[in-house]
Every structure is written in C-alpha cells, then in structure tokens.
C-alpha cells in the first residue's frame, strides 16, 4: 500500500476490473497501491476479444494500446473537458451515454465493498 491525496490524505490501494457489460461478470482485476494512476493496469484488463472498451477520462490517451491488445474493439472512453472545464454539448452528450453503459458495471464495487466489507 502507498498513500496519495486526493481531496484529503488517503492510504490504500485500488480494485481496477474488466467486466463484461453484458453480462456484468468481472473477467480480470488487477489491484495496485493508491498512487498508482488508472490508466498504468490497462493492459492486464483486457483479454483481446473485446468487441467496445467503456472507460472514463482516464483512458483516455489510451487509443494504440487499447487498439494493440484488443484489435477488433471500438474504444469508447469519455473525452475529457478542457483545461477550464468547458466542454461542448455534443461531447458532453456522448460522454453521458458512454457513462450509462459504464454504470452497469459499477455493481462489481457494490459488492466487493458492501457484502465482502472493503468499503
């Protein structure tokens, strides 16, 4: 474990998982310190036969690596808004859409800190 700030002074480690968003079973996870960044696990979340990857801003600059382990998936991360925060209605639309879909797969983290007690 490695402590980082975010907001206030956290010391722990992150749950990344791949899930299948059909399905919502978790395929992969991967756990590393608190101040390891999201994008770093990446790799070991996918298994190459994706068809899309859901991702949020994190992922963002990850296109050729997405693209090199699962060649056949359309990524559909959320872009990230600009420095002052504004970001066009259009994007910010797909961003929305993007996140409903991505919000299926949140309940894995429901149960891993609710029922198993990691909260």
């Known amino acids: 474990m490695h402590q980082t700030r975010k907001g ?3 010391f722990g480690m992150k749950l ?3 899930v299948d968003s ?3 079973l978790a ?3 991967v756990v590393t310190a608190a101040n390891v960044h999201d994008k770093h696990p ?3 979340l996918l298994h190459g036969n994706e068809q899309h990857v859901y991702g949020d801003s994190a992922y963002a600059s ?3 690596l997405i693209h090199s382990k699962a060649a056949k998936a359309k990524d559909f991360t959320n872009q990230r808004s600009r420095r002052n925060g504004i970001i066009n209605e259009e994007t910010r639309g797909k961003n929305r859409n993007k996140s409903r879909i991505r919000a299926r797969v949140e309940h894995v983290f429901s149960v891993v800190k609710r029922l198993w007690g990691f909260g």
């Open 8 to 10: 206030q002074q956290y």
């Open 16 to 18: 990344h998982i791949g």
């Open 22 to 24: 059909q399905s919502g």
């Open 27 to 29: 395929h992969s996870a």
């Open 42 to 44: 990446l790799p070991d």
């Open 62 to 64: 990850q296109k050729d």
